[in-house]
């Protein structure tokens, strides 16, 4: 069912999301602690049951005031939509996550202004070590991007480099410890963190139309490793609610 859910516009067989339960997806919704990408609720909602592209294909029909006219004249429908982009019947469907991320990425995600963030205070509560960000591999710079990076630090830089972060990460935490416990305000204990690498958690809501464009800059192999980990898990969950929408911008952006 996942692949042809992939290639659905290629012409596997008759769309299936009108049909089928949208129902069984409301386990999707479910708390997932530890998890750095949660969905917590959409648009339509599964109890309803109407599927979020059946909720597209109908708000393009009320131009004419018409709904939902079965499963091929739907697919069609929502297939030249896509195609000759009028993307605003897909503002109609809303996601909302529950995101932790370090700032390193929020740096770059917050540049989409399309998305609405309610952000976790540093003000408010207080961080500890396991909300640090521990960078998997150290990247060279790219020869041919100012912003990009290309390849891998050698076995023993690593090894430096991985010394020399958990030196600073340990460093960091013990001073903003220290400056609580000699009664500092958090606002101001937090000078002590290691800024781009601490994670913060937000409630980040955005509609179908907008989260495409999003994904089709994060997913591009040009885009920095970390925002792109996150953009290819919320693509995993928006090709659960939307399959062939996602088949069609798995297409459009070439990813494998």
């Known amino acids: 069912m996942l692949a042809c859910r992939r290639v659905k516009l290629r012409g596997c067989g008759p769309s299936f999301f009108f049909t089928m339960e949208y129902k069984h997806l409301i386990k999707e919704l479910e708390p997932k602690p530890g998890e750095y990408v949660q969905l917590i609720d959409v648009m339509p909602h599964p109890s309803t049951n109407v599927w979020p592209e059946t909720a597209v294909v109908n708000a393009a029909r009320v131009s004419y005031l018409g709904e939902s006219k079965g499963e091929e004249a739907d697919l069609k429908l929502l297939k030249y939509l896509l195609k000759h982009r009028h993307t605003s019947p897909f503002e109609h469907v809303i996601f909302k996550f529950r995101i932790t991320a370090p700032v390193v990425v929020w740096w770059q995600w917050v540049r989409h202004r399309t998305w609405s963030f309610n952000f976790q205070s540093g003000r408010y509560v207080e961080f500890d070590e396991t909300q640090v960000w521990d960078p998997m591999f150290w990247r060279l710079q790219s020869k041919s991007s100012k912003q990009g990076s290309d390849g891998y630090v050698d076995d023993e830089t690593e090894q430096e480099l991985n010394q020399l972060w958990d030196d600073a990460q340990q460093a960091a935490m013990r ?3 220290f400056a609580l416990d000699k009664e500092v305000a958090k606002e101001q204990a937090r000078l002590f963190l290691p800024g781009f690498a601490m994670m913060y958690q937000a409630i980040c809501t955005i509609d179908a139309h907008n989260l495409m464009h999003f994904l ?16 290819n898990e919320i693509f995993e969950i928006f090709n659960k609610f939307m399959p062939n929408t996602a088949a069609w911008l798995r297409e459009s952006i070439a990813l494998p």
């Open 175 to 177: 001073n903003y410890r």
């Open 216 to 231: 089709d800059l994060r997913m591009q192999k040009d885009a920095q490793y970390e925002i792109r980990m996150y953009a």
